[in-house]
């Protein structure tokens, strides 16, 4: 399809973004997890998988606008199940932000976890909608979808890691206890 064909560098290499932050992620919650610390699994599941799921929905859109599609119908119907589907997503980790105890959620929380997957996966639902009528305007949107998630995850994981980093105690370096001297 002419319309999607002018979008390919943009998604290989939003997609690509998103893959290799997909991967740095898991180092990064691998080293962290080494850490002491109790860790929250309420806070986890309403600040850090949902930094998983954008980025992973950010792979997944650029590999659907980048598929050969026969009709722009079934690209329509892909993009408005995924904005649905994000939105309500979006929507749970909301109520799993309210309901956690670890941490209490700043106003830079509530914008970046809550309120900007909302609009990203609300402007993918109406960009479906609307390829039929506008079809650039639509295509702008789907990618400013994918930039607006893929902006998202990096603030969020930056915030987690720095959070852990700053204020979860390191391990304390053995002592000598100078026996044995």
Do not use: C
């Not at 079934?74 to 199940?81: D, R």
């Not at 109406?126 to 930039?147: C, D, H, I, K």
């Amino acid at each position: 399809m002419k319309e999607l064909a002018e979008w390919d560098s943009f998604y290989l290499i939003v997609g690509a973004a998103a893959g290799a932050l997909i991967g740095l992620q898991f180092v990064v919650m691998t080293l962290i997890a080494a850490r002491p610390g109790k860790p929250a699994a309420e806070a986890g599941s309403a600040f850090g998988t949902p930094t998983i799921v954008h980025f992973g929905a950010v792979l997944f859109l650029s590999a659907i606008v980048r598929a050969p599609w026969q009709s722009v119908m079934s690209v329509s119907i892909v993009l408005g199940l995924m904005g649905f589907g994000g939105l309500a997503y979006a929507l749970m980790t909301i109520r799993r932000m309210r309901k956690q105890n670890a941490y209490e959620p700043e106003f830079e929380d509530w914008f970046f976890h809550a309120l900007m997957p909302v609009v990203s996966y609300g402007l993918l639902a109406l960009s479906a909608f609307s390829v039929f009528s506008y079809p650039r305007p639509a295509l702008f949107a789907v990618g400013s979808t994918a930039l607006l998630l893929l902006v998202t995850g990096i603030h969020n994981s930056w915030d987690a890691i720095m959070y852990h980093v700053i204020t979860q105690p390191s391990k304390p370096e053995p002592r000598e206890t100078g026996e044995g001297q």
